[in-house]
């Protein structure tokens, strides 16, 4: 599985949206973007995927770039619930479990 | 419908003791893996099993194994505790063909 990048640690103002960064450079053609996060003391929790086009759910949306070598998540109305580390991966769609999680981004939603 | 749960929440031994930790999938999931997170190493891939057979296996040594019942249900054993062994132990499950769904894990520590 490809390696992806994440910036440490991000603030965001309650209300706002907040829009977390992933860049994930060498992503083979067949390889989906999956996007995790992690209360305090709970297992990491699902988002949302994509593979090329931007996706949208009742918890998120996803922008993928067209080169598809960075994405964005976007959580468009942060709450203190949000605050969380955020996991980027990226993987073949649901080959194996083998899945590499780097360090993610520790994200401080601010009151 | 019940999520992934995971038996022992909590869970003290000593250096040298083993320790069997209990997953029970969500209901028509087949595939369970599971994972060790500490803060050093983040989350790292143990095993997965599929059908009662084991799919995929990480980078761990033999002291870690696992076993999947009929019922999907699984064990992960450790033996031979060390102190480095202290981690946060996840399971998760999925059906075939869709993102995993993470338990709120066992903290094991070992002293």
């Known amino acids: 599985d490809a390696k992806t990048t994440q910036p440490p640690s991000m603030d965001c103002a309650e209300g706002r949206a907040a829009n977390l960064p992933c860049n994930h450079s060498?992503?083979?053609?067949?390889?989906?973007v999956y996007w995790y996060r992690q209360i305090h003391s709970q297992g990491p929790q699902y988002i949302i995927h994509?593979?090329?086009n931007n996706e949208t759910n009742e918890m998120a949306s996803l922008i993928i770039t067209e080169d598809r070598k960075s994405s964005t998540l976007i959580l468009p109305h942060a709450t203190l619930r949000d605050t969380a580390v955020y996991y980027c991966?990226?993987?073949?769609?649901?080959?194996?479990?083998?899945?590499?999680f780097g360090k993610g981004t520790r994200l401080h939603i601010l009151p | 419908k019940a999520g992934v749960t995971q038996t022992p929440r909590y869970l003290i031994k000593t250096r040298g003791q083993q320790v069997t930790l209990s997953c029970s999938p969500i209901s028509g999931h087949r595939s369970v893996s599971w994972y060790q997170q500490t803060p050093g190493q983040g989350l790292q891939f143990l095993f997965e099993y599929f059908s009662e057979t084991q799919r995929n296996k990480g980078n761990f040594p033999g002291r870690f194994s696992g076993r999947q019942f009929s019922n999907s249900r699984s064990e992960m054993n450790v033996s031979t505790l060390e102190l480095g062994d202290s981690a946060l132990y996840l399971c998760a499950s999925r059906p075939e063909g869709a993102p995993l769904h993470f338990g709120n894990g066992t903290r094991l520590t070992v002293t």
């Open positions: 991966i990226v993987r073949v769609a649901n080959r194996d479990d083998k899945i590499i």
């Open positions: 994509g593979l090329k």
């Open positions: 060498t992503i083979s053609g067949n390889e989906y």
